[in-house]
Each structure stands twice: as structure tokens, then as C-alpha cells.
Nanobody
């Protein structure tokens, strides 16, 4: 079975940085999409960053463009989310989610497209 385990969250001051990790196992589809989503209290879960091997492209939400970077280490089956210049509005539980297909520019932000996700990791941005 597909399993995803997020880690790396914590407390950081505004303007600081964090690096989240997502270790994946049991995923064998030829094509896949992996994305980071986040959900703050009282708000909808939103897509933050995406990568798919169907096009080797990355996509980002406008709110994090230029500040966050999604990357991967295939040998370790790990996906990372580097978060820089963090703002209080970035505070949320961050989830790693996957789908066994390639999701394009207009589909990757739809949380319903994804089949698997981890337990989430809490990111708190506060001074």
C-alpha cells in the first residue's frame, strides 16, 4: 500500500525557513503526481507546490511563488518542500499527497484528484 510520511514542521519566526520532507513507499505507477497541500484552521485545503514525472515540471501557488521550492531525491524516495521567507499566513498543517497519474496545470490544485496523503506536519510561523 502507498504510504506517505511528512516531517520537518515546527515553529519558525516570520522571515525564517523550514524544509519539509515526505518519504513515500509502495508507489509503483509509471506516472505520478506529488504535491504539497496545506490547511489552516477554518480554511480549505490548498495546493502549494506540485511535481509530476509526466512532464518534469513544477507548479506553485501564486502565494508561495518565488519563496517555496519542491524537489526530490529519487534514491531516497523523498520529496522536499523548501520554504523561505515564511509569513504568518503560511502557518498550517502541510500534507504530502500523490496521484498515480500526471496532473496538469489546471488539475493539480484540486485536492479531490489525489488518492493518498500522510498524517501532515504542523508549521507555525510566529514571533
Amino acid at each position: 500500500q502507498v504510504q506517505l510520511v511528512e516531517s520537518g514542521g515546527g515553529l519558525v519566526q516570520p522571515g525564517g525557513s523550514l524544509r519539509l520532507s515526505c518519504v513515500a513507499s509502495g508507489f509503483t505507477s509509471e506516472y505520478y503526481t506529488i504535491a504539497w497541500f496545506r490547511q489552516a484552521p477554518g480554511k480549505e485545503r490548498e495546493g502549494v507546490a506540485r511535481f509530476s514525472n509526466i512532464d518534469d515540471n513544477t507548479y506553485y501557488a501564486d502565494s508561495v511563488q518565488g519563496r517555496f521550492i519542491i524537489s526530490s531525491d529519487n534514491a531516497k524516495n523523498t520529496v522536499y518542500l523548501e520554504m523561505n521567507r515564511l509569513k504568518p499566513k503560511d502557518a498550517a498543517v502541510y500534507f504530502c499527497e500523490t496521484a498515480p497519474i500526471g496532473l496538469g496545470a489546471f488539475r493539480w490544485t484540486d485536492q479531490d484528484e489525489y488518492d493518498y496523503w500522510g498524517q501532515g506536519t504542523q508549521v507555525t510561523v510566529s514571533s
